[in-house]
């Protein structure tokens, strides 16, 4: 079985700052995907950046970028010029695919100060 | 926005009582899952279906049942209600990650549940 650890369980930044958030797995698949979603207060889950594991190029999506690790099985997000949007719960997930549901750990939750 | 929506988004119910919760999609994809979300565990697998009349057990199926008899449509019931089933639930859909390439997963808006 896949675990995900978020070894964050609170963090606060100024807005306009960078901040990374931590990610670790422990998986024996060689193949797998891993995600990193976004919930605000509304409750909506948002899918924030995708990364597969087979590809070395770390994913970018406008402000928000991952150091993925594999060796070190770690998956950690940076999030750039931080917006007080940005204030949310992050969950970092993993999935082996085909019908595999994902595994989430527990979740960061992200503060941006004004 | 993906199209899944949830019915209903609250609901109260007592102990003992049989509850369905319903996920709807207009998106065709082929996989549906059933989540619940409590404090501090994040989001755990309780159901998922592969297709219609598919279904297989997530991480923490006991006390819950699900169905799927159209491929829009996946149903999640509680046969008789805990108050350690009070949470937050979430659907969510995937389609085949063979031509798209990620796995990735949609999800309904969620729908809270209080057992009393």
């Known amino acids: 079985a896949q675990t995900v650890t978020q070894s964050q369980p609170e963090m606060s930044v100024q807005e306009a700052e960078t901040v990374t958030l931590s990610c670790t797995y422990d998986t024996s698949e060689s193949n797998y995907y891993l995600f990193w979603y976004k919930q605000p207060p509304s409750r909506q889950m948002i899918l924030v950046i995708r990364q597969e594991a087979y590809k070395q190029q770390n994913a970018t999506e406008n402000r928000f970028s991952v150091n993925f690790q594999k060796a070190a099985k770690s998956f950690s997000l940076k999030i750039s010029d931080s917006q007080l949007g940005d204030t949310a719960m992050y969950f970092c997930a993993f999935t082996g695919g085909g019908a595999d549901g994902l595994t989430f750990g527990k979740g960061t939750h992200l503060i941006i100060q004004p | 926005d993906a199209g899944i929506t949830q019915s209903p988004r609250h609901k109260v119910t007592e102990t003992g009582t049989p509850v369905t919760l319903r996920c709807h999609q207009t998106e065709n994809h082929r996989y549906m899952y059933w989540y619940r979300q409590d404090p501090g565990h994040g989001l755990r697998l309780i159901h998922y279906s592969y297709g219609v009349k598919d279904t297989d057990k997530g991480e923490v199926s006991d006390g819950y049942s699900v169905s799927r008899s159209k491929t829009e449509d996946f149903l999640l019931t509680l046969e008789s209600a805990t108050s350690s089933q009070t949470s937050v639930y979430f659907c969510?859909?995937?389609?085949?990650?063979?031509?798209?390439?990620?796995?990735?997963?949609?999800f309904g808006p969620g729908t809270r549940l209080t057992v009393t």
């Open positions: 969510a859909i995937s389609e085949s990650g063979d031509t798209l390439g990620s796995y990735e997963q949609y």
